[in-house]
């Protein structure tokens, strides 16, 4: 991993402390803003214009365990978990990959506009305002669920030691093509090496890995 810049595995001091980090933060999210505005407005009104909400706020695990108000853009149907719990309910493949992945790659719940919006990741863009906000960081681990605590066992604990990242170490590397243990693994590996140079590099390599959708859905 040197050519993320990861420095030697560090004592378990907080990283949403680290002032170096947070002013990356804020001057990233104030650029991402300002570049992608037209677009996050030619978005929400495609969204509106398909009825219902335009964000979807969720509840998710923030920094020292605490929770927070996710946000993205709209990318699901309106009766989308009762379709979930249908469809895990009569196809065992799929309730295997959800158990495995927290995600389907043919997804009955996704709308027309939202599937381009995952392929793209243009979904994630709302979460610029989480990111100037201070509830999460430009990069670290996925924002997760409270039903994913057990997930992680011993290592929520690193977990809670940063803000949950706009990007991360497994997007760049593997994406939506791993498994979740090992989603797990690099969550860990980030929070244990983290260097601001990492940081810089990982949000590099994000613009890429959006670019060509490698295992988005």
């Known amino acids: 991993m040197s050519e993320f810049g990861f420095e030697e595995e560090q004592e378990a001091k907080p990283l949403y402390r680290n002032g170096a980090k947070r002013a990356l933060d804020v001057v990233g999210a104030l650029c991402l803003f300002l570049l992608f505005l037209p677009v996050m407005l030619i978005v929400a009104v495609l969204i509106k214009l398909d009825g219902g909400p335009v964000l979807f706020r969720q509840q998710r695990i923030g920094a ?8 993205k853009f709209r990318t699901m149907v309106g009766d989308a978990e009762t379709r979930l719990q249908r469809l895990l309910a009569s196809d065992p493949a ?23 919006l995952r392929r793209s990741s243009l979904d994630e863009l709302p ?4 990111v ?3 509830s999460m960081s430009l990069v670290g681990p996925r924002p997760i669920i409270a ?3 057990e997930r992680y066992a011993d290592w929520f604990d690193h977990y809670k030691r940063t803000r949950p990242g706009l990007t991360g170490l497994w997007q760049v590397l593997r994406r ?18 983290w260097s601001l140079r990492g940081d810089v590099v990982i949000a590099l390599r994000t613009a ?4 060509i959708a490698r295992g988005a859905y």
Do not use: S
């Open 176 to 193: 939506d093509d791993t498994d979740y243990d090992r989603r797990v693994e690099l969550d860990n590996l980030y929070v244990a090496h």
């Open 132 to 134: 100037l906000g201070g």
């Open 208 to 211: 890429w890995v959006m670019l």
């Open 147 to 149: 039903a994913e605590i």
């Open 94 to 116: 799929a309730r295997e990959e959800w158990e495995k992945q927290q995600k389907l790659k043919k997804d009955p719940r996704i709308t027309l506009v939202g599937r381009f």
């Open 64 to 71: 020292e365990g605490k929770p927070f108000t996710c946000l």
């Open 127 to 130: 979460q610029i305002f989480n």
